[in-house]
C-alpha cells in the first residue's frame, strides 16, 4: 500500500524525517505538495470558509484543503492508500496492519492514530484483523488509510462546507470507520506523553497562527450545537460501545 504524505515545501527536516522513516518500514509513498493559505480564495471574499462551526485559521483551512486535495488523489484511484501529516509517526507493526487490511471487504478508512482522548470503539474486534469499528472519534487526522469510496462520501461531504479536517473525518458518520487497536501511529507532539522522545522537534504552523479575533456568528453556533446533539446521539446509538483511549503499540 502507498502512503501519501502531505508536506510543505517549507518543511525539509519533516519531510527528509519522513523519507527516512517510511524507507526505514519499506513503505513507498508520494509526496503531496501542502497548500498554504496564500494559495486560497480570499476568506473574506468566499462565503465557502464561514461555513464551519467558528471561524478558521487561515492555516487551518489550508490543512483542511491539503487533506481534500489527498481524498481527490484517492477517489481517482482503485486502491486504498495511507494518508500521512508529515509530523506522524508511525510504529513498526505498520507495515504489517497495512498488507493485511488492503483487501478487507468491509473495510473503507482506517485510523491509525491516538492522540490520549477517548474513542467510542465497538467491544468486539474484526474477525480477521486488528481493528474495531469505530463508532465515535474526537481528533486527529495524521495518520490514516482510505479507500476510493471513502474519498468520494468525503468529497460529496464538505462541496457545501469546509471544517478543520480531523473534526471533517470524525463527524463523516456515513464511512465504515475502524480504528487499529492497538494504535500505530502519533503525531510529533505527543511522543513524550507516549513515553520516547520525539525523533524531530518542530513547531505546529497552526499553532503559530493567532486566533481569528471575530466572535462565531449565529449559524456558526446553530452548527456547532447541532454537531453537539449529533454526537450525543451517536452515543446514545452505541451506548454498549467502549469508550477509551486507545494505547499505542511501539514494539
Request: hydrophobic share 45%; charged share 25%; aromatic share 6%.
Amino acid at each position: 500500500m502507498k502512503a501519501i504524505v502531505i508536506n510543505l515545501a517549507s518543511e525539509t527536516e519533516r519531510m527528509a524525517f519522513q523519507r527516512d522513516q517510511l524507507a526505514g518500514l519499506g513503505l513507498s509513498f508520494e509526496r503531496l505538495e501542502a497548500v498554504t493559505p496564500d494559495q486560497l480564495s480570499p476568506p473574506s471574499n468566499d462565503p465557502y470558509w464561514s461555513g464551519w462551526e467558528r471561524p478558521l485559521r487561515t492555516t487551518e483551512m489550508a490543512a483542511f484543503a491539503s487533506h481534500r486535495a489527498a481524498w481527490k488523489r484517492v477517489a481517482a484511484s482503485d486502491a486504498p492508500h495511507l494518508i500521512m501529516e508529515d509530523d506522524a509517526v508511525l510504529m513498526p507493526g505498520t507495515p504489517a496492519m497495512l498488507d493485511r487490511i488492503g483487501d478487507a471487504p468491509d473495510v473503507e478508512f482506517v485510523t491509525l492514530e491516538t492522540r490520549g482522548r477517548r474513542k467510542r470503539i465497538a467491544r468486539v474486534p474484526h474477525p480477521t484483523l486488528q481493528i474495531r469499528r469505530l463508532w465515535q472519534d474526537r481528533t486527529g487526522a495524521a495518520a490514516y488509510v482510505i479507500w476510493p469510496s471513502a474519498a468520494w462520501k468525503l468529497q460529496r461531504r464538505v462541496n457545501a462546507a469546509p471544517g478543520l479536517a480531523d473534526a471533517v473525518l470524525c463527524a463523516a458518520y456515513e464511512l465504515n470507520a475502524w480504528q487499529a487497536v492497538p494504535a500505530l501511529a502519533c503525531q510529533l507532539d505527543r511522543c513524550e506523553a507516549e513515553g520516547f522522545p520525539p525523533p524531530l522537534t518542530t513547531e505546529s504552523a497552526i499553532g503559530r497562527e493567532e486566533k481569528p479575533r471575530a466572535a462565531a456568528s449565529p449559524s456558526q453556533k446553530i452548527r456547532r450545537l447541532a454537531s453537539q446533539v449529533r454526537m450525543g446521539l451517536r452515543a446514545l446509538r452505541h451506548v454498549g460501545a467502549d469508550y477509551v483511549t486507545v494505547p499505542l503499540k511501539r514494539d
